[in-house]
């Protein structure tokens, strides 16, 4: 097993963020943390602007933060692969802040229109 390099930053997107980047990102049943929206790719070094955030149900509830994100596959053992990614921290985005909540908001109106036509 050989760790993989890490793909690294263009100068651009180094001076643009600052380290450390985003914690672990995991969900378990659809909670936990994970990546929405993708924005600004840049085609030196191929990294693009991710809100990270606390999910429920796989819905963004509660945003952690905007990272530089550069995912790739990662070589484990034996020829699999799993996909890693690095990050580096910019301010918040907030166009993807309003999205992510967007998203929750649409997803929280439809459940309680569904609730509201089964009592009926
Ligand atoms: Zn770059």
């Known amino acids: 097993m050989t760790p993989a390099a890490a793909p ?16 672990s990102v995991s969900t378990n049943q659809g909670i ?3 990546f929405w929206g ?11 602007i991710r809100t990270l955030w606390r999910v429920f149900l796989l819905l963004p509830v509660f945003p952690r933060g905007s990272f530089r994100v550069i995912q790739f596959e990662e070589e484990v053992d034996d020829g699999e692969s799993r996909t890693a990614f690095v990050s580096r921290r910019i301010p918040l985005r907030w166009p993807q802040v309003a999205k992510g909540c967007g998203a929750s908001l649409a997803a929280l109106c439809f ?6 036509n089964r009592a009926r």
Request: charged share 10%; hydrophobic share 40%; aromatic share 6%.
């Open 8 to 23: 690294p930053f263009c100068a651009r997107c180094t001076a643009g963020s600052t380290a450390p980047g985003a914690p």
């Open 32 to 34: 936990g943390s994970m």
């Open 38 to 48: 993708r924005a600004a790719t840049c085609d030196e070094c191929g990294s693009s």
């Open 111 to 116: 459940l309680l229109w569904l609730i509201a």
